[in-house]
């Protein structure tokens, strides 16, 4: 069965609408089929009436034997015509023929059993029903019993007609009021789908503006909505409201945290670089790493923060180019004698949902770990993955990690090797703060012979 709460509004709407006018137009159908029906066999019926009224009126009895009237009803004395009529006496063995029309023939009516028995407990009654008539025609009879004046036993009086052009017009008006349901049915449920989509267009203008919103493109809903949606509209707006307020507290809490441990532990730098000694070195080595550790701490908690909000609107094509020029710089004189060498490519019109500052984070922190390890090629290429997300991968030449060294890779101070300078944060707060706006960041072996570092995160459209 279809789960309706998994299913769009629209559809739901348009469902419930056709399963209802599905079942109103076939009951409707049934019923006006039913009706036309009866009414045809009434009319019929009223036609054998008059016949069989004429028959007992007419007949006599002259000499103990019953006479039949003369009648003019030409189809009467056609043979096999369709039209019958048959005059019966009842006996204790049961019903004898005593006279018939000539369109009968060689055939004859037989009355059922059951509708033997309910002419004698209805003596003076018509009754109507269905019996086989000459060449198995199916056949609509009137019959009524009833006694004449000097005849001593009771008399059955029976007219039949084929019904087959009662059925026949009844199949064509069934025909015919399906066709027409079935047009007005799929009237309806157009109509229903234009009401339905006409109906709901400033809720889909809502979710074009809340998309809006998130993707960076406005700050608020400025759209005029139904009385319905304006209450909803207004709490969007608000609950909007409060994030930025929350996000502008978090950012001055974190600013506040900055500036309150940098400013001991530069004084701690400051104090053990004035005072050489091994003491010294131990508290300049530890006030570095707590710096480190202070900062990275600090940069997630402003990603997770900004991450809560509607976003920025940030070009990648600038700050690869920026990245590539600088680091091209940097790692200008490798050792072997041969610099840097950086392929990048990018869309123009490619955005990172984020603030610049991050993305230079994120995109400079895997370029710089691939410079760090190449021999002397880097390639690096951002492109729109779908709508929603990016993918930037950086390829390096270098000696690349072992399978079972990727995930190690990605943990906060592992260091893949202890000759080589750095704390160990390089790939873990890539993996952080791409986790706090709800991207990823996978190793893979490179093309090139080194390490492949694929990083997945939210695109700004438009």
């Known amino acids: 069965m279809w789960d309706l709460s998994k299913r769009s509004l629209v559809r739901r709407l348009v469902l419930l609408a056709g ?82 029309s000539r369109s009968l023939f060689d055939s004859s009516l037989t009355i059922p059993g059951a509708q033997a028995e309910r002419l004698a407990a209805a003596p003076g009654k018509t009754l109507f029903f269905d019996l086989m008539g000459p060449q198995n025609a199916r056949l609509r009879a009137a019959a009524i019993l009833t006694r004449l004046p000097g005849y001593p036993r009771p008399v059955v009086f029976i007219a039949a007609e084929d019904r087959a052009p009662i ?127 202070v900062d990275h701490h600090l940069r997630r908690a402003r990603a997770a923060a900004r991450s809560q909000t509607s976003g920025e609107r940030t070009p990648v094509e600038p700050i690869m180019d920026e990245l590539a020029a600088t680091l091209e710089r940097i790692f200008q004189d490798k050792p072997g004698g041969r610099g840097v060498e950086i392929d990048w490519r990018c869309p123009d019109d490619l955005a990172f949902q984020g603030e610049r500052q991050d993305f230079m984070e994120l995109a400079g922190n895997v370029m710089e770990n691939a410079c760090k390890w190449c021999k002397a090629k880097v390639r690096a290429e951002a492109v729109a993955s779908s709508p929603e997300q990016l993918t930037l991968t950086v390829d390096d030449d270098g000696p690349g990690l072992p399978p079972d060294r990727w995930i190690d890779a990605l943990k906060r101070g592992q260091r893949m090797d202890e000759h080589t300078p750095g704390s160990g944060l390089g790939l873990s707060i890539v993996d952080e703060l791409a986790r706090a706006y709800g991207g990823s960041v996978t190793l893979s072996a490179s093309p090139l012979g080194g390490l492949r570092v694929t990083l997945v995160l939210p695109r700004s459209e438009g």
């Open 167 to 293: 059925d026949r017009d009844a199949d064509i008006f069934a025909r015919n009021t399906a066709i027409a349901l079935i047009l007005l049915g799929a009237g309806l449920v157009s109509a229903v789908v234009v009401q339905v989509r006409v109906g709901l267009l400033p809720l889909f203008r809502l979710r074009r503006e809340v998309g809006a919103v998130r993707r960076g493109k406005a700050e608020r809903l400025e759209g005029v909505y139904p009385e319905e949606l304006a209450p909803l509209a207004g709490e969007l707006n608000a609950l909007l409201t409060h994030n930025q307020e929350v996000v502008e507290r978090q950012r001055t809490h974190v600013g506040n945290l900055a500036h309150a441990l940098k400013t001991p532990l530069s004084v701690m730098l400051t104090e053990a670089s004035q005072q050489p000694g091994s003491l010294a070195e131990v508290v300049e080595r530890q006030a570095a790493t707590m710096r480190e550790q």
């Open 19 to 100: 399963v209802w006018n599905l079942v109103v137009l076939l009951v409707a159908g049934v019923f006006l089929t039913a009706q036309f029906r009866d009414s045809a066999i009434r009319r019929f019926d009223s036609a054998l009436t008059v016949l069989t009224d004429d028959l007992y009126a007419s007949s006599s009895v002259e000499d103990g034997v019953v006479k039949a009237p003369f009648l003019t009803d030409i189809r009467a004395t056609r043979v096999y015509s369709g039209r019958y009529w048959q005059i019966l006496e009842m006996r204790p063995q049961g019903l004898r023929i005593v006279d018939q």
